[in-house]
C-alpha cells in the first residue's frame, strides 16, 4: 500500500465555536488520557483556551488534572443528559484550561443514553451546538470500547486523534477502527494517530514505527511519545507533565505534538478544509 497523504483537517478558529477534537481508540490502556490531558495543557501553554471533556466513566482525566472524580459538580454527565441545566466547565489549577470531569452518574450514562427513544448518538453534538463556549479547543477523553458515550464523541467533533501504542499487533485493528469511525461520521477528519510509549532502544519499536509509516503515512504524526516513568507517574499527583516535569523528555513530546496539531489545523485551514 502506497503512503496516504497528509488530512486536510479543519481550520483553528472557525466561526461556529471552538474546534472538536476527539482522542479515541476502542482498544485500551493505549494512551489516550495521558495524550488528551498533557495536549490539552500543552495547547493551553501555547495560549489556547483548551476545555477538556473526560467522558470516560474511570474518571481519569479528571483525575490527572488534580480535580477529585465523582464527587465534583458539574460534571460531563450533567452536560450530556437532556433535560439538565447545562452547567459551565470548571476552572482547573492551569490558566486557560478548563474541564467538564467525569462523576459517578457517568458510570450509567451508557444505559440511560440507551434509554432516549431518539437522537441518542447526537445529544452531546446537540448540547455543544446550543451552548458558546469561550474556547479554542475542546478535548474529548473516550472509554475503551465503541458503545454510545464514544460515538456521541465522534459525532460532535471535527477531528480525531488517535494514540497508538508502540507495541507487537499495534497495527491490527487500527484499519479498521478507521473504517467504523468513517461509518460512523464520515464528515470527521482524522488529524493523526499518535504512536506512545515508544522506546527507541528497541528494535520491536523500531520496526511498528517503520511499518506504521509504510501502511499509514502521512496519518501518523511525526512527534513520537516516549515511554517514561515520569508520565506513567504524573497523573497520581494530580499533575500534568507539564507541571511534573517541565523539561524532561515527557513535557518535551507533548510540546511537540501540541505544536504539530495546530500545524496541521492550520494548515488546513490555509487549504481551506472543511470544518
Ligand atoms: N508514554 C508513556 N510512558 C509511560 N507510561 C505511560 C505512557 N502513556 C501512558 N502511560 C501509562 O499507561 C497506562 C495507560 O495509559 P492511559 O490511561 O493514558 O491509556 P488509556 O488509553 O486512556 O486507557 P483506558 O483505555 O483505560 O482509558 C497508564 O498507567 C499511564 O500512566
Ligand atoms: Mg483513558
Given at each position: 500500500?502506497?503512503?496516504?497523504?497528509?488530512?486536510?483537517?479543519?481550520?483553528?478558529?472557525?466561526?461556529?465555536?471552538?474546534?472538536?477534537?476527539?482522542?479515541?481508540?476502542?482498544?485500551?490502556?493505549?494512551?489516550?488520557?495521558?495524550?488528551?490531558?498533557?495536549?490539552?495543557?500543552?495547547?493551553?501553554?501555547?495560549?489556547?483556551?483548551?476545555?477538556?471533556?473526560?467522558?470516560?466513566?474511570?474518571?481519569?482525566?479528571?483525575?490527572?488534572?488534580?480535580?477529585?472524580?465523582?464527587?465534583?459538580?458539574?460534571?460531563?454527565?450533567?452536560?450530556?443528559?437532556?433535560?439538565?441545566?447545562?452547567?459551565?466547565?470548571?476552572?482547573?489549577?492551569?490558566?486557560?484550561?478548563?474541564?467538564?470531569?467525569?462523576?459517578?452518574?457517568?458510570?450509567?450514562?451508557?444505559?440511560?443514553?440507551?434509554?432516549?427513544?431518539?437522537?441518542?448518538?447526537?445529544?452531546?453534538?446537540?448540547?455543544?451546538?446550543?451552548?458558546?463556549?469561550?474556547?479554542?479547543?475542546?478535548?474529548?477523553d473516550a472509554p475503551p470500547s465503541?458503545?454510545?458515550?464514544?460515538?456521541?464523541?465522534?459525532?460532535?467533533?471535527?477531528?480525531?486523534?488517535?494514540?497508538?501504542?508502540?507495541?507487537?499487533?499495534?497495527?491490527?485493528?487500527?484499519?479498521?477502527?478507521?473504517?467504523?469511525?468513517e461509518q460512523i461520521n464520515p464528515?470527521?477528519?482524522?488529524?493523526?494517530?499518535?504512536?506512545?510509549?515508544?522506546?527507541?532502544?528497541?528494535?520491536?519499536?523500531?520496526?511498528?514505527?517503520?511499518?506504521?509509516?509504510?501502511?499509514?503515512?502521512?496519518?501518523?504524526?511525526?512527534?513520537?511519545?516516549?515511554?517514561?516513568?515520569?508520565?506513567?507517574?504524573?497523573?497520581?499527583?494530580?499533575?500534568?507533565?507539564?507541571?511534573?516535569?517541565?523539561?524532561?523528555?515527557?513535557?518535551?513530546?507533548?510540546?511537540?505534538?501540541?505544536?504539530?496539531?495546530?500545524?496541521?489545523?492550520?494548515?488546513?485551514?490555509?487549504?481551506?478544509?472543511?470544518?
Open positions: 500500500m502506497s503512503p496516504a497523504p497528509p488530512p486536510t483537517v479543519s481550520r483553528e478558529t472557525p466561526g461556529g465555536g471552538p474546534l472538536r477534537i476527539a482522542v479515541i481508540n476502542q482498544k485500551g490502556g493505549v494512551g489516550k488520557t495521558t495524550t488528551a490531558v498533557n495536549l490539552a495543557h500543552g495547547l493551553a501553554l501555547l495560549n489556547r483556551r483548551v476545555l477538556l471533556f473526560d467522558l470516560d466513566p474511570q474518571g481519569n482525566a479528571t483525575t490527572a488534572v488534580g480535580v477529585e472524580k465523582y464527587t465534583t459538580n458539574p460534571s460531563s454527565y450533567d452536560f450530556l443528559m437532556p433535560g439538565k441545566e447545562k452547567p459551565a466547565p470548571t476552572p482547573t489549577q492551569y490558566d486557560r484550561l478548563d474541564l467538564f470531569p467525569a462523576n459517578i452518574s457517568l458510570v450509567r450514562a451508557e444505559m440511560d443514553l440507551l434509554q432516549l427513544k431518539d437522537h441518542r448518538d447526537t445529544v452531546l453534538k446537540r448540547n455543544l451546538e446550543g451552548q458558546s463556549f469561550p474556547h479554542d479547543v475542546i478535548l474529548f465503541l458503545g454510545l458515550l464514544t460515538i456521541n464523541i465522534l459525532l460532535a467533533s471535527d477531528l480525531v486523534i488517535i494514540p497508538v501504542q508502540c507495541e507487537y499487533l499495534a497495527l491490527e485493528g487500527l484499519t479498521m477502527l478507521l473504517e467504523t469511525i464528515s470527521l477528519e482524522l488529524l493523526g494517530c499518535v504512536l506512545t510509549m515508544v522506546d527507541l532502544r528497541t528494535n520491536l519499536s523500531q520496526e511498528i514505527i517503520k511499518d506504521m509509516r509504510t501502511h499509514f503515512g502521512g496519518k501518523v504524526l511525526k512527534t513520537l511519545i516516549p515511554r517514561t516513568v515520569r508520565l506513567a507517574e504524573c497523573p497520581s499527583h494530580g499533575k500534568t507533565i507539564f507541571d511534573y516535569e517541565r523539561w524532561g523528555a515527557g513535557a518535551r513530546a507533548y510540546e511537540s505534538l501540541s505544536k504539530e496539531v495546530l500545524s496541521r489545523i492550520r494548515n488546513g485551514q490555509r487549504k481551506g478544509a472543511r470544518r
